[in-house]
């Protein structure tokens, strides 16, 4: 609904034409024609109840607008995820893909914010997403995360892997252990992560050089107001040294993802890992019946890919020959470091049906054969292959083995001329005696065999990354479109509007799993949870920053936004300052949780005293 006429018009309207095209833009409500603005501009804040209704509109359409941007943030990010467990993919997914889509619903407000006609006053909306989005990530979910995470600090240097192993019926006994009776002191409880944090966070400092490029020059008029001419010669003094922003950023944005594909910091290593891990676990995770997916064909081809085929197969066959049941370890030596995050991802099943023991008898066995949807007939015969010391159940390192080597042999296929040799093992194995049936593995051809599964993760990944990408490039313009008019309906900058709300919409998944992993209460998670937010802030310095300046050099816009680069740098060079510490107090994560607003009061102050 829209009123034909105003009667307290509060400022100037500037024009709202989408920067997507007429075409698309027609699909969306221009929510400058919403109760209380028209053509020329908006009712004064409060002073009626068509402002009152329309603000609600317009926020009502900011929040379709902004779930819409998250649920399509999460598609890029389950759709890249998934890819991980494709093991030809997975090294490059891990290393650059990750990065680069975790950045673009922040790199696409950005973007749209400077592609409208009113492109100079747009853009402060975009260094709102771009302030708000790496403010935010490296103050309330850093906080946060050292406030679950944190556990008692004493005097030695605190053993973290105490007890992380057993995440059963015991682990809420474990966690309270770790908090003991220092549970309120700011001082005396905190994390402990590994020195990568320490040398990331030198990285988020050398990636922030791009900043000071461009705001050098800036410097000159920071204290000239916007005005058309001012705007211009700024744009014309600013205009090399845009592009020479964006070379830098280019330059530091391939830096970074070269480290990264190196794996340089093995905090990137965990991170991915930490991520397969969660990956399958949803895939093959909950009730029986509920996944048709069996664990052989989701980790079988990370098995494979971690070991050679011909390794394989002869440590399968061994696994069959033996004729006293024993199973052969498969020592770290064969899968390196891949078995410690394939032994993450079988370990949790026994963890499950153990209840707490550190063994399970023949019926959980059977049970955890069905759930994981492999074929449990001749589970007696599994029993007496597992126990090796036949003590009736069986063990932790007994089970991890044998399920490596069953879905290692499961999944092992023969290369070409193998075929009739591995036929006639197969008639010697059922002919060499006894009953059939007890000598016979179980069937090896599950719900859906590997290649079938890797093929429908390809599919699946491409489709969620298609849609996602789709919606955000949809969605981005209208929702800078809202922000703006927000920002015009409460006479506030839209800086400050883009501030809060952006990060909400693309950065709540992130702010989500950085506080899942730290609730574990482990070096490893902890240094997983700030790694990631570390990795978000690098490519805000690099890829989202390459789009402010290729903006700024193409289309002869202005960088006038010195009080909002120094409070990200003044935030950044804090949170570093944070990160160097080897233990890293509860205060510090309170500290860091009042950082968010005092960076918004930054902002304004040096607004107040005549900075642009």
């Known amino acids: 609904q829209t009123q034909t006429e105003l009667p307290a018009l509060s400022r100037t309207r500037r024009p709202e034409t989408s920067g997507m095209g007429s075409l698309v833009s027609s699909a969306f409500i221009p929510p400058d024609q919403l109760l209380g603005c028209d053509e020329t501009g908006c009712l004064e804040p409060f002073s009626s109840a068509d402002w009152v209704w329309g603000m609600i509109q317009v926020l009502t359409l900011g929040a379709v607008y902004g779930y819409v941007l998250f649920q399509a943030s999460n598609m890029l990010s389950d759709g890249s995820e998934l890819l991980l467990l494709v093991p030809s993919l997975s090294g490059i997914v891990g290393s650059v893909v990750l990065p680069i889509l975790g950045a673009v619903p922040d790199g696409a407000i950005m973007l749209f914010s400077g592609l409208g006609p009113d492109a100079q006053q747009q853009l402060s909306v975009g260094v709102g997403a771009l302030a708000g989005s790496t403010i935010m990530l490296l103050t309330v979910p850093w906080g946060l995360s050292i406030l679950f995470g944190r556990v008692d600090i004493n005097k030695r240097r605190y053993n973290r892997q105490e007890g992380t192993r057993d995440v059963g019926a ?180 026994f963890e499950k049906y153990a209840r707490g023991n550190d063994n399970i008898d023949l019926s959980e066995l059977k049970q955890l054969l069905t759930d ?103 969605f981005s313009d209208p929702m800078v479109d809202v922000m703006s008019n927000v920002g015009d309906r409460l006479d506030i900058p839209p800086f400050y509007i883009a501030f809060v709300l952006a990060p909400l919409a693309s950065n709540a998944s992130e702010l989500i799993a950085s506080l899942n992993y730290a609730s574990k209460k482990t070096r490893k998670t902890i240094t997983i949870s700030l790694a990631a937010l570390e990795g978000a802030a690098c490519m805000n310095n690099t890829f989202c920053l390459a789009i402010f300046m290729a903006l700024i050099f193409f289309k002869g816009l202005a960088w006038k936004f010195t009080a909002e680069t120094i409070s990200i740098l003044a935030i950044e060079c804090i949170v570093a300052l944070v990160a160097i510490q080897s233990t890293q107090y509860a205060w510090m994560g309170v500290f860091l949780l009042l950082l968010f607003p005092a960076a918004i009061g930054l902002v304004a102050g040096l607004e107040a005293l005549g900075l642009d």
């Open 170 to 349: 015991h682990r809420k006994e474990l966690l309270q252990r770790k908090l003991s009776g220092d549970a309120n002191s700011l001082c005396g409880t905190g994390v402990q992560p590994t020195k990568s944090i320490r040398e990331n966070a030198v990285i988020i400092l050398i990636t922030s050089i791009s900043y000071l490029l461009i705001q050098g020059p800036a410097f000159k008029y920071a204290f000239k107001s916007g005005t058309g001419s001012v705007m211009d010669e700024v744009s014309n003094a600013q205009h090399w040294w845009a592009l020479a922003g964006l070379i830098l950023s280019t330059l530091l944005f391939c830096w970074y993802l070269q480290l990264m594909v190196k794996q340089a910091h093995p905090s990137n290593g965990q991170l991915v890992g930490a991520i397969v891990n969660k990956r399958v676990l949803k895939e093959i995770g909950g009730p029986a019946g509920s996944h048709q997916v069996a664990l052989s064909s989701v980790i079988g081809p990370l098995i494979v890919d971690a070991k050679k085929r011909a390794d394989a197969r002869a440590n399968a066959t061994e696994f069959v020959d033996n004729v006293d049941g024993s199973v052969p370890a498969l020592h770290d030596s064969l899968l390196g470091p891949e078995r410690q995050l394939l032994s993450a991802m079988i370990l949790p099943f």
């Open 372 to 474: 994981l949807n492999e074929d449990y007939e001749g589970v007696e015969r599994w029993m007496a292959r597992f126990d090796t010391d036949g003590s009736g159940a069986v063990e932790k390192n007994e089970f991890l083995n044998a399920m490596l080597t069953y879905i290692t042999y499961k999944v092992a296929e023969p290369q070409q001329g193998e075929v009739v040799r591995e036929a006639a093992y197969v008639d010697q194995a059922e002919g060499s005696g006894g009953d059939a049936s007890e000598e016979e593995l179980p069937d090896l051809v599950g719900v859906s065999s590997p290649a079938e599964f890797q093929a429908a993760v390809k599919t699946r990944a491409a489709k969620l990354m298609l849609l996602g990408t789709a919606l955000i490039l949809l």
